[in-house]
């Protein structure tokens, strides 16, 4: 981690290399650097010789990405998000497109329960009557 001064707040501005990020976050390196690769961490700043720099907004945004995954989207939706955002600029219009996404994961999540729930019932139905038939031989 490398403070350095910022001039808006004059209060030191984190800086970390992607491996202190990925230690951070629990991501491997190489998960940092396909996510900028497709786009979804595209304000990853350079210094000389190419190296990565990462700030607190990149910590955040990666912690978004995570929390996004856990609940289910795909990198294909997150990069629709990221699209979104560019073209809006504002997170005003980019939080009812989360909603939207994560009502339909929700609603697939729902639809998959029943049908584990049909599977499940199916299964112990069946079980019982290949219980029946060991019991009489």
């Known amino acids: 981690m490398n403070p350095t001064p910022n001039n808006a707040t004059d209060q030191p501005l984190k800086r970390y290399r992607i491996g202190e990020i990925g ?11 396909y996510y900028e690769e497709i786009g979804l961490l595209n304000t990853v700043k350079r210094i000389e010789g190419g190296r990565r720099i990462f700030t607190d907004d990149d910590l ?3 912690r978004f990405i995570k929390k996004l995954k856990l609940l289910g989207l795909s990198l294909g ?11 809006h600029r504002t997170n005003k219009k980019v939080l009812p497109k989360v909603a939207e996404l994560l009502n339909r994961h929700s609603s697939e999540i ?11 019932k199916e299964i112990n139905d069946y079980l019982a009557h290949i219980e029946g038939k060991i019991a009489a031989s």
């Open 110 to 120: 729902e639809s998959r329960i029943n049908e584990l729930g049909k599977l499940k």
């Open 77 to 87: 939706e997150m990069a629709e998000l990221e699209n979104h955002y560019n073209r």
């Open 23 to 33: 230690k951070l976050l629990d991501l491997s390196t190489r998960t940092i650097r």
């Open 60 to 62: 955040r945004r990666l």
